[in-house]
Protein backbone atom coordinates (compact mmCIF):
# COMPACT_ATOMS: atom_id res chain seq x y z
CA UNK A 1 0.00 0.00 0.00
CA UNK A 2 1.24 3.18 -0.55
CA UNK A 3 1.55 5.35 2.07
CA UNK A 4 0.73 9.21 2.86
CA UNK A 5 3.12 11.72 4.56
CA UNK A 6 2.81 15.20 6.44
CA UNK A 7 1.20 17.43 4.10
CA UNK A 8 2.15 20.19 6.52
CA UNK A 9 6.27 21.11 8.05
CA UNK A 10 5.50 20.80 12.19
CA UNK A 11 7.54 21.83 14.61
CA UNK A 12 8.42 19.07 16.92
CA UNK A 13 7.76 16.75 13.57
CA UNK A 14 8.99 13.13 14.04
CA UNK A 15 10.02 12.44 10.78
CA UNK A 16 13.81 11.79 11.71
CA UNK A 17 13.50 9.88 14.37
CA UNK A 18 10.46 7.36 12.81
CA UNK A 19 12.60 4.50 12.83
CA UNK A 20 13.69 4.57 16.08
CA UNK A 21 9.96 4.90 17.42
CA UNK A 22 8.92 2.12 15.09
CA UNK A 23 10.97 0.10 16.88
CA UNK A 24 9.08 0.59 20.09
CA UNK A 25 5.17 0.30 19.00
CA UNK A 26 3.76 -2.65 20.55
CA UNK A 27 3.73 -5.15 17.73
CA UNK A 28 -0.30 -5.72 17.59
CA UNK A 29 -3.16 -3.04 19.51
CA UNK A 30 -6.48 -2.65 18.52
CA UNK A 31 -7.26 1.62 18.03
CA UNK A 32 -4.36 3.76 17.56
CA UNK A 33 -4.60 6.92 19.53
CA UNK A 34 -2.80 10.07 18.82
CA UNK A 35 -3.69 13.34 20.86
CA UNK A 36 -1.05 15.81 19.31
CA UNK A 37 -1.15 14.89 15.99
CA UNK A 38 0.38 17.74 14.47
CA UNK A 39 1.86 16.80 11.03
CA UNK A 40 1.24 13.02 12.00
CA UNK A 41 4.39 11.67 11.18
CA UNK A 42 4.19 8.11 12.97
CA UNK A 43 0.67 8.17 12.12
CA UNK A 44 0.80 8.57 8.02
CA UNK A 45 3.92 5.52 8.46
CA UNK A 46 1.67 3.16 10.20
CA UNK A 47 -1.52 4.14 8.81
CA UNK A 48 -3.77 2.04 11.12
CA UNK A 49 -7.34 1.26 10.17
CA UNK A 50 -9.05 2.26 13.38
CA UNK A 51 -7.45 5.48 14.91
CA UNK A 52 -8.30 8.23 16.95
CA UNK A 53 -6.23 11.50 16.10
CA UNK A 54 -6.55 15.14 17.86
CA UNK A 55 -5.01 18.10 18.25
CA UNK A 56 -5.78 21.75 19.87
CA UNK A 57 -5.03 23.55 16.72
CA UNK A 58 -8.31 24.37 14.88
CA UNK A 59 -7.04 25.23 11.89
CA UNK A 60 -4.81 21.96 11.61
CA UNK A 61 -7.50 19.85 12.28
CA UNK A 62 -9.90 21.87 9.59
CA UNK A 63 -7.15 20.36 7.48
CA UNK A 64 -7.82 16.32 8.10
CA UNK A 65 -11.32 17.08 8.03
CA UNK A 66 -11.64 18.56 4.46
CA UNK A 67 -9.14 15.68 3.28
CA UNK A 68 -11.75 13.43 4.97
CA UNK A 69 -14.45 15.08 2.47
CA UNK A 70 -14.05 13.96 -1.24
CA UNK A 71 -16.09 17.11 -2.17
CA UNK A 72 -14.44 19.85 0.03
CA UNK A 73 -11.40 18.25 -0.56
CA UNK A 74 -11.66 18.61 -4.54
CA UNK A 75 -12.91 22.03 -3.35
CA UNK A 76 -9.62 23.01 -1.62
CA UNK A 77 -7.40 21.28 -4.41
CA UNK A 78 -8.76 24.18 -7.04
CA UNK A 79 -7.67 26.33 -4.57
CA UNK A 80 -4.68 25.42 -3.68
CA UNK A 81 -4.09 25.60 -7.58
CA UNK A 82 -4.94 29.01 -7.62
CA UNK A 83 -2.45 29.87 -4.25
CA UNK A 84 0.49 28.26 -6.58
CA UNK A 85 -0.57 30.26 -9.40
CA UNK A 86 -0.55 33.78 -7.60
CA UNK A 87 2.09 33.23 -5.34
CA UNK A 88 4.12 36.05 -4.66
CA UNK A 89 5.20 37.73 -1.43
CA UNK A 90 2.42 40.76 -1.78
CA UNK A 91 -0.07 37.42 -1.98
CA UNK A 92 1.01 35.77 1.07
CA UNK A 93 0.81 38.54 3.39
CA UNK A 94 -2.79 39.22 2.08
CA UNK A 95 -3.51 35.67 2.73
CA UNK A 96 -1.77 35.39 6.08
CA UNK A 97 -3.40 38.51 7.28
CA UNK A 98 -7.31 37.09 6.79
CA UNK A 99 -7.27 36.36 10.34
CA UNK A 100 -6.92 39.79 11.54
CA UNK A 101 -10.57 40.26 11.11
CA UNK A 102 -11.76 37.48 12.94
CA UNK A 103 -15.63 37.78 11.75
CA UNK A 104 -15.11 37.50 7.96
CA UNK A 105 -12.20 35.01 9.19
CA UNK A 106 -15.24 33.00 10.50
CA UNK A 107 -17.42 32.90 7.38
CA UNK A 108 -14.85 31.46 4.97
CA UNK A 109 -15.71 28.15 3.82
CA UNK A 110 -13.90 24.98 5.47
CA UNK A 111 -12.08 24.37 2.63
CA UNK A 112 -10.47 27.65 1.85
CA UNK A 113 -9.05 28.13 5.36
CA UNK A 114 -7.44 24.69 4.69
CA UNK A 115 -6.38 25.56 1.45
CA UNK A 116 -4.86 28.75 3.65
CA UNK A 117 -3.06 26.82 6.22
CA UNK A 118 -1.43 24.55 3.92
CA UNK A 119 -0.10 27.10 1.29
CA UNK A 120 1.15 29.59 4.49
CA UNK A 121 2.84 26.23 5.97
CA UNK A 122 4.59 25.69 2.50
CA UNK A 123 5.42 29.69 1.76
CA UNK A 124 5.93 30.99 5.16
CA UNK A 125 9.73 31.07 6.81
CA UNK A 126 11.24 27.70 7.95
CA UNK A 127 7.31 26.02 7.84
CA UNK A 128 6.49 27.23 11.19
CA UNK A 129 3.47 27.60 13.05
CA UNK A 130 3.39 30.51 15.40
CA UNK A 131 0.53 32.73 16.22
CA UNK A 132 0.47 35.78 18.26
CA UNK A 133 -1.39 36.28 21.73
CA UNK A 134 -4.56 37.13 20.28
CA UNK A 135 -4.50 33.77 17.87
CA UNK A 136 -3.04 35.66 14.40
CA UNK A 137 -0.15 33.68 12.39
CA UNK A 138 2.45 35.99 12.65
CA UNK A 139 5.27 33.55 10.83
CA UNK A 140 7.55 36.37 7.69
CA UNK A 141 6.95 34.94 4.01
CA UNK A 142 9.34 32.40 3.30
CA UNK A 143 11.20 33.86 0.32
CA UNK A 144 10.54 30.95 -2.30
CA UNK A 145 10.02 31.38 -5.81
CA UNK A 146 7.60 28.68 -6.08
CA UNK A 147 5.74 26.39 -3.83
CA UNK A 148 4.62 22.96 -3.96
CA UNK A 149 1.33 22.56 -2.05
CA UNK A 150 0.61 19.39 -2.79
CA UNK A 151 3.35 17.48 -3.64
CA UNK A 152 2.62 15.35 -6.29
CA UNK A 153 -0.20 12.47 -5.26
CA UNK A 154 0.72 12.80 -1.38
CA UNK A 155 -2.93 14.96 -0.92
CA UNK A 156 -4.72 12.24 -2.57
CA UNK A 157 -2.74 9.07 -0.74
CA UNK A 158 -3.92 11.13 2.60
CA UNK A 159 -7.32 12.04 1.39
CA UNK A 160 -8.30 8.19 0.27
CA UNK A 161 -6.58 6.39 3.28
CA UNK A 162 -8.49 8.99 5.42
CA UNK A 163 -11.79 8.26 3.78
CA UNK A 164 -11.50 4.83 3.61
CA UNK A 165 -10.19 3.49 7.26
CA UNK A 166 -12.24 4.06 10.57
CA UNK A 167 -10.47 7.40 11.67
CA UNK A 168 -11.82 9.95 14.27
CA UNK A 169 -10.62 13.65 13.94
CA UNK A 170 -11.27 15.32 17.38
CA UNK A 171 -10.14 19.35 18.40
CA UNK A 172 -10.31 19.05 21.88
CA UNK A 173 -7.89 18.93 24.72
CA UNK A 174 -5.32 15.79 24.73
CA UNK A 175 -6.96 14.58 28.14
CA UNK A 176 -10.61 14.36 26.64
CA UNK A 177 -9.66 12.92 23.11
CA UNK A 178 -8.10 9.77 24.93
CA UNK A 179 -11.30 8.95 27.57
CA UNK A 180 -12.80 6.00 24.87
CA UNK A 181 -9.12 4.53 24.75
CA UNK A 182 -9.88 0.65 26.12
CA UNK A 183 -7.26 -2.14 27.15
CA UNK A 184 -5.30 -3.52 23.98
CA UNK A 185 -5.54 0.41 22.28
CA UNK A 186 -2.30 2.03 21.66
CA UNK A 187 -1.81 5.30 22.57
CA UNK A 188 0.90 8.00 21.21
CA UNK A 189 1.74 10.91 22.95
CA UNK A 190 4.08 13.96 21.49
CA UNK A 191 3.21 16.64 23.69
CA UNK A 192 4.74 20.19 22.89
CA UNK A 193 8.42 19.41 24.40
CA UNK A 194 9.80 20.38 28.13
CA UNK A 195 12.65 22.32 28.28
CA UNK A 196 15.36 23.20 31.13
CA UNK A 197 15.66 26.17 29.68
CA UNK A 198 12.69 28.59 27.56
CA UNK A 199 12.74 27.45 24.19
CA UNK A 200 10.29 27.76 21.34
CA UNK A 201 6.73 26.89 22.32
CA UNK A 202 4.12 28.58 21.01
CA UNK A 203 1.71 26.06 18.49
CA UNK A 204 -1.33 27.23 19.82
CA UNK A 205 -2.83 30.89 22.14
CA UNK A 206 -2.36 28.82 25.33
CA UNK A 207 1.09 27.41 25.15
CA UNK A 208 2.18 24.18 27.00
CA UNK A 209 3.59 24.68 30.45
CA UNK A 210 5.11 22.61 33.56
CA UNK A 211 1.50 21.89 34.80
CA UNK A 212 0.38 20.35 31.16
CA UNK A 213 3.95 18.24 31.61
CA UNK A 214 2.55 17.37 34.74
CA UNK A 215 -1.53 16.71 33.86
CA UNK A 216 -0.45 14.40 30.90
CA UNK A 217 2.00 12.22 33.30
CA UNK A 218 -1.19 11.73 35.44
CA UNK A 219 -3.23 10.86 32.12
CA UNK A 220 -0.15 8.56 30.84
CA UNK A 221 -0.59 6.58 34.43
CA UNK A 222 -3.85 6.16 33.95
CA UNK A 223 -3.96 4.45 30.62
CA UNK A 224 -1.52 2.47 32.05
CA UNK A 225 -3.33 1.23 34.64
CA UNK A 226 -6.21 0.55 32.14
CA UNK A 227 -4.05 -1.64 30.38
CA UNK A 228 -3.60 0.76 27.45
CA UNK A 229 -0.20 0.51 25.64
CA UNK A 230 1.35 4.07 26.51
CA UNK A 231 4.02 5.47 24.58
CA UNK A 232 5.32 9.09 24.94
CA UNK A 233 8.47 11.57 22.95
CA UNK A 234 9.96 14.43 24.64
CA UNK A 235 12.89 15.88 25.29
CA UNK A 236 15.43 14.58 27.87
CA UNK A 237 14.48 16.44 30.42
CA UNK A 238 15.25 16.78 34.76
CA UNK A 239 11.06 17.35 35.07
CA UNK A 240 10.37 14.21 32.52
CA UNK A 241 12.53 11.87 33.79
CA UNK A 242 10.91 12.54 37.84
CA UNK A 243 7.31 11.99 35.87
CA UNK A 244 7.97 9.14 34.39
CA UNK A 245 10.09 7.42 36.63
CA UNK A 246 8.42 4.32 37.67
CA UNK A 247 7.83 3.25 33.40
CA UNK A 248 10.66 2.67 30.76
CA UNK A 249 12.70 5.39 29.81
CA UNK A 250 14.85 5.05 26.05
CA UNK A 251 17.36 8.02 25.54
CA UNK A 252 17.87 8.23 21.48
CA UNK A 253 19.41 11.19 20.13
CA UNK A 254 17.79 13.23 17.44
CA UNK A 255 18.24 16.11 14.83
CA UNK A 256 16.24 19.48 15.65
CA UNK A 257 14.91 20.65 12.91
CA UNK A 258 12.92 23.53 14.23
CA UNK A 259 14.67 26.30 16.53
CA UNK A 260 14.22 30.09 16.98
CA UNK A 261 18.00 29.96 16.87
CA UNK A 262 18.84 28.63 13.67
CA UNK A 263 22.64 28.45 14.82
CA UNK A 264 21.40 26.03 17.15
CA UNK A 265 20.36 23.51 14.99
CA UNK A 266 21.49 20.21 15.75
CA UNK A 267 21.48 16.84 18.13
CA UNK A 268 19.96 17.12 21.32
CA UNK A 269 18.52 14.10 23.37
CA UNK A 270 15.13 12.73 23.14
CA UNK A 271 13.64 10.64 25.02
CA UNK A 272 10.92 7.66 24.17
CA UNK A 273 9.18 6.04 27.12
CA UNK A 274 6.80 3.20 27.45
CA UNK A 275 4.86 1.39 29.97
CA UNK A 276 5.58 -1.85 28.33
CA UNK A 277 9.05 -4.04 28.57
CA UNK A 278 10.04 -4.92 25.62
CA UNK A 279 10.83 -2.94 22.37
CA UNK A 280 7.51 -4.81 20.78
CA UNK A 281 4.90 -4.48 23.25
CA UNK A 282 4.56 -6.77 26.56
CA UNK A 283 5.91 -10.16 26.45
CA UNK A 284 3.98 -12.89 26.80
C1 LIG B 1 5.19 18.18 19.09
S1 LIG B 1 3.75 18.64 18.24
C2 LIG B 1 3.31 17.12 17.51
C3 LIG B 1 4.23 16.74 16.37
C4 LIG B 1 3.73 15.55 15.55
N1 LIG B 1 3.84 14.29 16.27
C5 LIG B 1 4.43 15.45 14.21
O1 LIG B 1 5.06 14.44 13.90
O2 LIG B 1 4.33 16.45 13.47
C6 LIG B 1 2.61 18.96 19.50
C7 LIG B 1 1.16 19.28 19.09
O3 LIG B 1 0.37 19.41 20.30
C8 LIG B 1 -0.68 20.34 20.07
N2 LIG B 1 -1.20 20.75 21.40
C9 LIG B 1 -0.72 21.67 22.27
N3 LIG B 1 -1.43 21.69 23.42
C10 LIG B 1 -2.40 20.73 23.28
C11 LIG B 1 -3.44 20.24 24.14
N4 LIG B 1 -3.64 20.73 25.38
N5 LIG B 1 -4.24 19.24 23.68
C12 LIG B 1 -4.06 18.73 22.43
N6 LIG B 1 -3.09 19.16 21.58
C13 LIG B 1 -2.26 20.14 21.99
C14 LIG B 1 -0.03 21.42 19.24
O4 LIG B 1 -1.01 22.13 18.48
C15 LIG B 1 0.95 20.60 18.35
O5 LIG B 1 0.39 20.32 17.10
Redesign the pocket.
Known amino acids: MLKGK ?1 FVK ?6 QIIDKLKEYIPEEYDTYY ?9 FFELSPKKAVI ?4 VE ?1 INVYKVLCNEDKFNKMIRVLNSHETNHSEEYYYELRNKDRSKNSFRRLADYTRAARTIYLNKACFNGL ?1 RVNSKGEFNVPFGKKTKVNTYEGSNLNLISYYLTNNQIKILN ?3 ES ?1 VSTAKKGDFIYF ?4 DSDTSTFNS ?2 E ?1 G ?1 GKE ?1 QVRLARVFKELSDRGCYVMLSNHNTKLINELYGEFNIHVIEAKRNINANGKKRGKVEEVIITNYENKKGFED
Open positions: PWAGGKREPFIGGGALNDSNLYEDFSDPPYYTEFE
